[in-house]
């Protein structure tokens, strides 16, 4: 895949969130390099408030190894 670890973990971060919202703050976490095989991503809202949306996200190999993991802050429009 020509595409990043970081910038698959952003993408899906930033469906997670969902429209309106603008990334604040993400943090990356890369795991042993194993080469480049089929990745399934995963990202989950830990928590949101008025202003803030708070999310993880993970990236896994064909075999279920971790690849990357990431936390993001999207904060909502407007706000």
């Keep these: ?8 973990l952003e993408s899906v971060l930033r469906k997670a969130a969902g429209e309106g919202t603008a990334l604040a703050s993400m943090t990356v976490d890369y795991a042993a390099e194993t ?3 089929d990745l399934s991503s995963k990202a989950w809202i830990e928590r949101a408030t008025r202003t803030l949306v708070f999310a993880q996200a993970e990236l896994r190999r064909g075999d279920g190894a971790l690849a990357a993991s990431a936390s993001a802050v999207f904060r909502r429009a407007g706000d």
């Design 35 to 37: 080469g480049d095989d």
């Design 1 to 8: 895949m020509d595409t990043s670890l970081s910038a698959q």
